[in-house]
């Protein structure tokens, strides 16, 4: 008789287990699907962030919420701006940052690529969201603090990227098709010491 009660409740959980499976696959499917389509999928997020937006407005609440996300999305913002392997702290045999005019071209790779940068920053608003929906989770703070202390984070770690970017000469953004032929040009005028 114990055996037929258990039997009940592992076949319950193994169809629970087998539905959540299905759903798993659904969602990583159109996940899929999505990702050639980076432009839709900004204008989703944006719309997710201005819903938050006036959600937390409306309710005059939820501000740490929010200092935590931003937070959360600063350091997101640090790993998609830096390269894969830093110069700073390992030397490899791969492929690094060229620290030359005359080193080997190698393309910049993200230590966060953007659709994984895209994922998380769409996730932790609809997380905020939802948080938006507890009041235990509206710690009453006084707002400018936060908002200042925020934005000396961001001025001092986007300071100390950027001068990382200038330290080894990268882009981490891709400005269109460059004309390689045209920067080989002005390369060899600037080594032969002709301005034209």
């Known amino acids: 008789m114990e055996g037929v009660g258990g039997d009940g409740t592992s076949a319950a959980a193994a169809a629970l287990d087998q539905r959540r499976h299905e759903l798993s696959k659904l969602f990583q499917f159109y996940l899929d699907k999505s990702t050639p389509h980076a432009l839709y999928r900004w204008i989703g997020t944006f719309s997710m962030v201005l819903l938050y937006a ?39 045999d791969g492929p690094t940052l060229p620290t030359k005019g005359s080193d080997e071209f190698k393309p910049f790779i993200r230590r966060l690529p953007e659709f994984k940068f895209w994922y998380a920053i769409t996730k932790a608003f609809c997380i905020a ?68």
Request: aromatic share 20%.
């Open 54 to 92: 006036l959600r937390v407005y409306y309710v005059q609440g939820f501000y740490i919420v929010t200092y935590g996300l931003g937070i959360y999305l600063l350091n997101l913002l640090i790993g998609f701006l830096s390269p894969l392997v830093d110069p700073e702290l390992e030397q490899t």
């Open 129 to 196: 969201f939802l948080m938006t929906f507890f009041s235990m989770f509206d710690v009453p703070v006084f707002w400018p603090i936060l908002l200042c202390y925020w934005l000396v984070l961001l001025f001092l770690t986007m300071k100390r990227q950027i001068m990382h970017m200038m330290k080894y000469k990268y882009i981490p953004f891709n400005l269109g098709k460059q004309d390689i032929e045209a920067a080989e040009i002005g390369r060899k005028w600037k080594e032969d010491g002709k301005d034209y």
